[in-house]
C-alpha cells in the first residue's frame, strides 16, 4: 500500500479538532495490512447490559459519509452541487464517488482557496487515506495478467471497462460546467476515479440506519474472521466501535472487524486487495454465455435480469451450485419456450418469455422450479449438468495453464509486477482449481447418476429408434434415387 499524504502521526490532531473520540483505540502499521486499529489499554468486553458497553472508538454523525452527507455538501458547495446535479442521484455509490473525487482534487492543490471546492473534514481525512490500493483494478496490466483462468479475470476486465465509461460519461456532462471542464482535462482525474472506486469498495461499510456510508476512523478498521469488534449506531446518528465478545480486547492488541464472512477468495480480492488466509469459504461464481448455436441465446440474456454466472461451492466435502440462468439457457423451442415481442400500453414493443404458453417473463429466475413438473425434468437438468460440465473443464484448463511470473524479489523495479500481487493471484488460482476440481469430479458423478434414470434411458432410448428410423428412411430414398 503507498503512503498517504499525512503522517497517521497527525490524525490524533485531525480527530481532536473533529470530535472524534478515539478512546481505547489508536492508529498504527500493521504488518502486510497497511494501517489498522490498535487497542491502547485492555479493554473489557461486552456486559450483560448491552447499553452499557464502552466505545472504543466514537465518530460523530456529521463526519459520516452518506448519501445524506453527500446532499448537504451539495447545499454549501455550489460548485459540487453542479456536478451532482447533471450526473448525481442515480446510486449512493455513485454519488459517495463523485464527493471523494472532489475531495481527491482538493487534497491536491495546496490553497484551498485557490479553485477548490469548499472544505469539509474530509478535505484533510482524504490524505490520511492510501493513494494505491491493492485491489486488483489498481494492478496494471501486467500484474493482471497473473489472474489468467482465475473468475477474476473477467470481472475485473468488466468492471475496468465500466469504470472508463463511467468517466467518459462523466466528463461529457461535465463538460457544459467551466469549473468541471477544465478538471476534468487533466490527465490524473481518470486515475482519481479508479482510486475514488477501490477507496470507496475496499472502505465502505453498511450502517443500519445511515446506510451505505464510509466512517473516518472506523475504515482503519481491518479484517479477521476472529473479529475482535463490531460497529453500530447510537440513538443520535453517531457511529461506534464496540467489543464483541465477553474476553475483550487486550492492550497492544489489533481491533478487528469481519468485512463479512461468507465472502469468497475472489470477492475479498476483488473488494479488499486480498485473501483472507483464514477463512473457510470455499466459493466460486463463473461467467455463463448463451450456448453457441443456440437461436434464441440472444433474447434469453435480454430478458433475463439476474447475474449471468453460477455459483460453486464446496460444503464440508460437499458439493453445490446454484444458477437460474443455466436452466433457461438449456431449453429450447422444442421443449415449449417462446419469445413473443407485444405492444405496451404506451406503444412501444416489449419481448415477452412463455413457457408451456404461460407468461413468464418476471419468473426467468424460476426455471428450476418452473421445469419440475415436466415429463423431461431430468433430462432438462441432464443438459445443465452436462453445460456445466464443460464450463468447469475449459476453466479448469485454463487455470491450470503455466503463466510466466515475470515478477522476482529483485525485480522491484519500476513498472515490474508487484511481488504482492502475483503472490495474491496464485493464492486465488490454488484455492479456486480446487474448488474447480471438485466440482469436476461432483458433476460426472451427477451426470452418471442422471443417466441412470428410468425416464432418461427411456427417452435416451426413444431418441435413438427416431434417429435409426431416419437414417434407414434417408438410405431408402438413397437406394431409390440411385436405382
Ligand atoms: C477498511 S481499510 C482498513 C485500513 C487499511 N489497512 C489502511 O491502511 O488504511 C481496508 C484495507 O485494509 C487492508 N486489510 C484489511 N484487513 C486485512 C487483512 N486481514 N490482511 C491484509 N490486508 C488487510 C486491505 O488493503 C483493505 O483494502
Redesign the pocket.
Given at each position: 500500500?503507498a503512503a498517504?499524504q499525512l503522517p497517521i502521526e497527525a490524525l490524533p490532531a485531525w480527530a481532536l479538532l473533529n470530535d472524534v473520540e478515539f478512546r481505547s483505540a489508536e492508529v498504527r502499521?500493521?504488518d502486510?495490512?497497511?494501517?489498522?486499529?490498535v487497542a491502547k489499554n485492555d479493554i473489557p468486553g461486552v456486559s450483560d447490559d448491552a447499553s452499557s458497553t464502552a466505545a472504543i472508538i466514537r465518530i460523530p454523525r456529521e463526519l459520516v459519509l452518506s448519501a445524506e452527507a453527500v446532499e448537504a455538501y451539495a447545499k454549501v458547495d455550489q460548485n459540487f452541487r453542479q456536478l451532482l446535479e447533471v450526473a448525481g442521484h442515480q446510486s449512493t455509490r455513485g454519488d459517495i464517488l463523485l464527493y471523494l473525487l472532489a475531495h481527491l482534487i482538493l487534497s491536491r492543490r495546496s490553497s484551498p482557496g485557490n479553485k477548490g471546492c469548499a472544505s469539509t473534514p474530509w478535505t484533510e481525512y482524504i490524505k490520511?487515506?492510501?493513494r494505491s490500493?491493492?485491489?486488483p483494478t489498481m494492478w496494471t496490466s501486467d500484474e493482471r495478467e497473473f489472474l489468467q483462468g482465475t473468475s477474476l479475470e473477467s470481472s475485473v476486465n468488466a468492471k475496468l471497462s465500466v469504470l472508463s465509461r463511467e468517466y467518459d460519461e462523466l466528463s461529457e456532462k461535465a463538460s457544459a460546467l467551466p469549473f468541471w471542464n477544465d478538471l476534468f482535462g487533466e490527465p490524473e482525474m481518470m486515475e482519481d476515479w479508479i482510486l475514488a472506486d477501490?477507496l470507496y469498495?475496499?472502505?465502505c461499510?453498511e450502517l443500519p440506519h445511515a446506510g451505505h456510508a464510509m466512517v473516518p476512523g472506523?475504515?482503519?478498521?481491518?479484517?479477521?474472521p476472529n473479529y475482535l469488534a463490531r460497529y453500530d449506531e447510537t440513538p443520535d446518528g453517531d457511529v461506534v466501535l464496540l467489543p464483541s465478545s465477553e474476553s475483550g480486547v487486550s492492550s497492544g492488541e489489533e481491533i478487528?472487524i469481519s468485512?463479512g464472512e461468507a465472502k469468497s477468495a475472489a470477492e475479498m480480492l476483488f473488494?479488499?486487495?486480498?485473501?483472507?488466509?483464514e477463512s473457510a469459504v470455499k466459493e466460486l461464481a463463473l461467467h455463463l454465455d448463451a450456448l453457441p448455436d443456440d437461436p434464441l441465446g440472444k433474447a434469453k440474456l435480454h430478458i433475463y435480469k439476474g447475474p449471468r454466472t453460477v455459483q460453486l461451492s464446496l460444503t464440508e466435502g460437499n458439493f453445490y451450485w446454484h444458477s437460474p440462468l443455466l436452466y433457461l439457457l438449456i431449453l429450447n423451442e422444442e421443449d415449449g419456450l417462446a419469445f413473443r415481442v407485444v405492444q405496451d400500453t404506451s406503444g412501444g414493443r416489449e419481448l415477452r418469455l412463455l413457457w408451456q404458453d404461460e407468461d413468464v417473463t418476471g419468473r426467468t429466475g424460476e426455471f428450476e422450479s418452473l421445469i419440475q413438473d415436466h415429463p423431461l425434468c431430468q433430462i432438462f437438468k441432464l443438459r445443465a449438468v452436462a453445460v456445466l460440465e464443460e464450463r468447469v473443464s475449459s476453466q479448469l484448463d485454463r487455470i491450470t495453464t503455466e503463466i510466466s511470473y515475470g515478477a522476482t524479489e529483485q525485480s522491484q523495479a519500476a513498472n515490474q509486477p508487484r511481488v504482492e500481487c502475483m503472490l495474491a493471484a496464485e493464492k486465488l488460482r490454488d484455492l479456486e482449481a480446487q474448488i474447480l476440481q471438485g466440482a469436476a469430479a461432483a458433476l460426472e458423478n451427477e451426470k452418471a447418476r442422471l443417466l441412470l434414470d428410468a425416464r432418461v434411458v427411456t427417452y435416451l432410448g426413444s431418441m435413438e429408434d427416431t434417429q435409426n428410423e431416419q437414417a434407414s428412411n434417408l438410405a431408402s430414398n438413397e437406394d431409390d434415387e440411385f436405382s
Open positions: 500500500m498517504s502499521s500493521i502486510g495490512k497497511g494501517l489498522g486499529l490520511f487515506l492510501p490500493i491493492s485491489v477501490a469498495r475496499s472502505r461499510l472506523l475504515d482503519m478498521a481491518n479484517h479477521s478487528t468485512y473488494s479488499y486487495g486480498f485473501i483472507d488466509q
